[in-house]
């Protein structure tokens, strides 16, 4: 018999835990990678970074949770939930606390893969925490929880630039550990119990057929993203010279936008199933949004933010919809399997995007055409998306 963890379906502190613990959770792992995304003039200077060596703490992070997703995303399945969560908070602590005492680059890079390995169960936990609930509650609370990545990118965006100027990057990391270990507390504080799920379930070709092509779509559109997230603060910086603290917001503006638009395409995929385009739309649209950035080395600074108000309403809302798909139509003695599956793609692309961009950068690419990586990349997510036979099963027709 499988089994996986619950909650007790209670108003007051518990139902609070339930909606803070799954979004903290969440946010506890990406934490690190966004504040020093948020700070990285500060951090390449201090440390003596290449634009290479930063590319590749993302694709070290990533890397990591790529690998420990794909490993243990089933085997995490027969664990409590909530113990998984703590731990993924734990270990986003630790990250942090590595990288606020880091003096080379070979430290930063343990902190990297502390943060990635922790935030590769991240999902798989919490996807078994919501698909244990009523199905009207899912939508929303996929939505909420997947959000909580964009609030940590939006905490790391605002606070850490203001941090760093005034007191040094290193205490910036620290007051994102302690936001880690508050996620830990908050993950305890959920009331778990034990309900038996069916483990009579078909692994039919059609289902698994389905995931890999959300995995393949997820791949292309978490090269992108993470491209774009790791290098448009630095982009802003340099080339539309924006001082440290403005252009660490403009991260601050993808992860706002970001968590509005997580919930509210979750919502909407959940009550009225994954649409024929939906996937390819948000990748044109995380494509016009980069598209804007660039332009705004010729139309003016101005036009950055629209493009990453844009970029954070559709590149972001695409994890969203993707995993709302994921627990309508995968059973649930499969899901955390599946789970894995999917987000090893998302990782793989969060980890070969940044590094692909820094490359680009290192062998002398301007960074204006550097753009095209991420570009490329939508547009390849965007003929994945299309409907066809094989996609059937995730959609609603």
């Given at each position: 018999m499988v089994t996986s963890t619950t909650l007790t379906r209670t108003s007051g502190p518990s139902t609070a835990a339930l909606w803070a613990g799954l979004a903290l959770c969440m946010a506890a792992g990406p934490l690190l990678l966004y504040t020093l995304t948020a700070i990285s003039p500060l951090v390449i200077d201090d440390l003596g970074?290449?634009?290479?060596?930063?590319?590749?703490?993302?694709?070290?992070?990533?890397?990591a949770a790529a690998v420990s997703a794909l490993v243990l995303g089933g085997p995490t399945g027969r664990i409590g939930a909530r113990t998984v969560m703590v731990a993924v908070s734990l270990g986003g602590a630790v990250g942090l606390g590595v990288?606020?005492?880091?003096?080379?680059?070979?430290?930063?890079?343990?902190?990297?893969?502390?943060?990635g390995a922790a935030q590769a169960?991240?999902?798989?936990?919490?996807?078994?925490?919501v698909a244990a609930l009523p199905a009207h509650r899912r939508g929303a609370l996929i939505g909420w929880k997947q959000s909580g990545v964009q609030m940590a990118q939006l905490l790391a965006g605002?606070?850490?630039?203001?941090?760093?100027?005034?007191?040094?990057?290193?205490?910036?990391?620290?007051?994102?550990?302690?936001?880690?270990?508050?996620?830990?507390?908050?993950?305890?504080?959920?009331?778990?119990?034990?309900?038996?799920?069916?483990?009579?379930?078909?692994?039919?070709?059609?289902?698994w057929t389905s995931v890999a092509t959300l995995t393949a779509y997820t791949f292309c559109m978490g090269f992108g993203l993470q491209a774009t997230n790791a290098y448009l603060p630095l982009f802003a910086h340099r080339q539309l010279?924006?001082?440290?603290?403005?252009?660490?917001?403009?991260a601050a503006v993808i992860g706002a936008v970001g968590v509005a638009s997580r919930i509210v395409w979750a919502r909407a995929a959940h009550r009225d199933g994954l649409r024929a385009h939906t996937l390819t739309l948000l990748a044109l649209g995380a494509a016009l949004g980069?598209?804007?950035?660039?332009?705004?080395?010729?139309?003016?600074?101005?036009?950055?933010?629209?493009?990453?108000?844009?970029?954070?309403?559709?590149?972001?809302?695409?994890?969203?919809?993707?995993?709302?798909?994921?627990?309508?139509?995968?059973?649930?003695?499969?899901?955390?399997?599946?789970?894995?599956?999917?987000?090893?793609g998302m990782y793989v692309g969060f980890a070969t995007g940044p590094l692909t961009f820094g490359l680009a950068l290192e062998s002398g690419v301007a960074f204006p055409a550097a753009w095209l990586v991420p570009l490329l990349a939508f547009g390849l997510a965007a003929v994945i998306g299309l409907p066809t036979p094989l996609t059937r099963p995730l959609r609603d027709s």
């Open positions: 970074l290449s634009e290479a060596q930063y590319g590749a703490i993302a694709a070290v992070t990533f890397g990288l606020a005492l880091a003096g080379s680059f070979a430290w930063v890079v343990v902190a990297a893969v502390v943060s169960l991240s999902n798989p936990a919490t996807n078994r925490v605002v606070l850490a630039p203001a941090i760093a100027v005034l007191a040094g990057w290193r205490w910036a990391a620290a007051v994102g550990m302690v936001i880690a270990l508050l996620a830990a507390a908050t993950s305890l504080a959920i009331r778990p119990e034990r309900a038996p799920q069916s483990a009579a379930v078909a692994e039919g070709a059609g289902t010279g924006f001082s440290v603290p403005t252009a660490g917001a403009t980069v598209g804007l950035g660039l332009a705004a080395t010729v139309a003016g600074g101005w036009l950055v933010w629209v493009g990453a108000a844009i970029f954070g309403a559709a590149a972001l809302a695409s994890n969203a919809v993707t995993m709302v798909a994921l627990v309508r139509t995968v059973p649930p003695a499969l899901l955390s399997a599946a789970t894995g599956l999917l987000v090893t």
